[in-house]
């Protein structure tokens, strides 16, 4: 090869890693999307979804074996026995069967958006919200039942109740659906987005959501009314995660790290604790014990429902998602940290952490 | 830093566009638009330098030079150098504008980057660029649907079942006729750097086709708003000769003054290799016109 296209080549590669420099790596940025039973942790992140030993953190497999770069993950898995339900990137949504290596049984390839959040699953159907503003209801055999559309993408975790599909909605709405076809039975408006998926209350038949306006709501599953909003006087910040139910109580936090408990029946305050950071994630619920709070700046604690603090740990990387609470583990997904998945026990003890090898 | 000072105050006004015509896609063409106009003066002064240089490589005393000490580089050098700061050009001087512009063409990238937040991470770190004036209630979330495309998905146009990524294509054409109109005429000179800029011209459309065809449609239409502008801001200037891209047409680039204008040495001067008389002047006055034009007296 001649100098003159060498140096021709060269250029040419100096200019792509220019742009490249603007544009490669993935095409969206987000966190580990973690999923547990009482046998397998599912990890979903960038190309690779994978299996861990909850005994250990040891990876039991990955799927795909060989990554390929336009299949990334985020989307925390369904887990339903054996099945594994997980969507992408690439607008597939895949059931794959977890016993030995995997295998994906199917692929519903009707979507034209991304998969970001959690589907939902209620006997044999499986509603998995996406980007491109559907929201698609499909049986166990891969045949679409419904789907229902919207003005924006649906990235929540969706919540079945009796005969709806209950889902929070950018578009400052909670999307009440009809089970059997997708159909719409009411729409309640928030004043701001409402990223947080929707927590049902048995006990009052009732809805408890947030929104990015600074406010949180229950809502009458029944009649669609808001029954009572909160909004700490004007001073509650933006709600991105769901609240938790506990002794009477329905407890929540905003992006500044208050927590706020209230009475689900009058949504009067019971009382407001400062977890002292910056806080997305949610409260994740230690029966018996308290409620783990995950601060960004990568600070886990157990706080005890008396508001003291049992245990505090640091870990290296930013926590944007709230923790996951096994029979015996609190698994931590940290964002751009040494490890990906940080596992406790009740005690505050690191039992292990997880990191993918390449 | 570079968040502080860039990015979020470009992604606040590209918001504030958003909140003012209620389209992000209409608010990425004009604040594409926007920053283009802001940079012009830049960009024009980018321009001129290159023509000069241009005009300097082809001028005739220039090309002497370069015979005359072709064996001896050291000397070429010299004696260009001296011209370059007689002349006030530097070989630099269209490079400085282009430098001071990448940083603001970065971040504007990045500033719509952010703003097509479409993960629940990319949500929480717009929420909190976005200055504490503007209501985020009102901002969030962003409408990312545009004529028939999602701009937060690569783009396609589905006809009969195919989706034909219409952005992409054009992304290409446009990146095309942009270098078109961006590439020097060639001075016939050097064929070597004709075949490095043949070679960008042809590869960069392609990378630029495949980076649209990946990455969102917001991205894909950030690019073409801005090669049509930077096109147009060309044609402004009477610097784009269409008959480069469009054979047919007979269009010529408009006569401009000439940058510099280098003033032919009288041929003893030259033998007596006495140092380059140059003058910087857009316009030569009449009486150093008459003055040159005046026969010299031999001894």
Known sequence: MSKKYLRSLLIVLLAGLLLAGCAMGPRAESTPGISADENKIIVSYLNYVYKLDPANGKEAWRYPAKANTKQVFYAPALIDGESIYVGDFANDFLKINAIGAPTVDWTFTEAKGWYQGKAAIDGSLIIAPNSDRNIYAIDENNNLVWTHRDQFAYISEPLVVENMVIVSSQDHKVVFLNKADGTTIREVALNGAVIAAPVYDPETDSIFVGSLAGEFVRIDRQSGEIVWRYDGGGTLESVWSEPILVDGQVIFNDKTGKIISLSPETGAENWPFDAGGTMSAGLALVEGKGFVVALEDGVVSLIGLDRQSIWSRQVSGTLFDTPIVTENLILVGAFKGDNLVYAFDFQGQQVWAFKPEK | ?299
């Open chain 2, 1 to 299: 830093m570079w968040d502080t000072l860039i990015v979020q105050p470009f992604t606040n006004v590209l918001l504030m566009i958003t909140m003012l015509v209620k389209n992000f896609g209409v608010a990425i063409i004009l604040f594409t638009i926007l920053i283009k106009l802001v940079t012009y003066p830049l960009t024009a002064k980018q321009i001129k330098s290159s023509q000069a240089m241009q005009e300097l490589q082809k001028n005739p005393r220039y090309l002497k030079m370069q015979e005359k000490y072709k064996d001896n580089k050291e000397k070429l050098a010299e004696e260009q150098m001296r011209l370059y700061r007689e002349l006030g050009v530097s070989p630099f001087s269209s490079c400085l504008p282009m430098l001071l512009q990448f940083p603001i063409i970065i971040g504007l990238y990045q500033s719509i980057m952010r703003a097509m937040a479409s993960t629940p991470l990319e949500l929480i770190k717009l929420e909190r660029m976005i200055y504490p004036f503007l209501d985020s209630t009102k901002i969030l979330p962003i409408q990312n649907r545009f004529l028939w495309m999602d701009l937060g998905q690569p783009e396609r146009l589905m006809i009969a079942g195919i989706g034909i990524p219409v952005l992409a294509i054009l992304v290409v054409l446009s990146t095309l006729v942009q270098t078109k109109v961006m590439q020097p005429p060639s001075s016939g000179g050097n064929d070597q750097a004709a075949a490095m800029t043949n070679s960008m011209n042809m590869t960069m459309p392609i990378l630029m086709g495949v980076m649209a065809y990946q990455f969102s449609a917001g991205l894909a239409l950030y690019f073409v708003v801005s090669n049509l502008t930077t096109i147009g801001q060309y044609a402004a200037m009477g610097k784009t000769d269409w008959s480069r891209i469009f054979p047919w047409v007979k269009s010529k680039p408009k006569q401009s003054k000439p940058a510099i204008v280098i003033p032919d040495l009288p041929e003893e001067e030259e033998e007596e290799e006495e140092p380059m008389i140059v003058e910087k002047i857009s316009k030569p006055s009449a009486r150093a016109s008459a003055k040159r034009q005046r026969p010299k007296m031999k001894k």
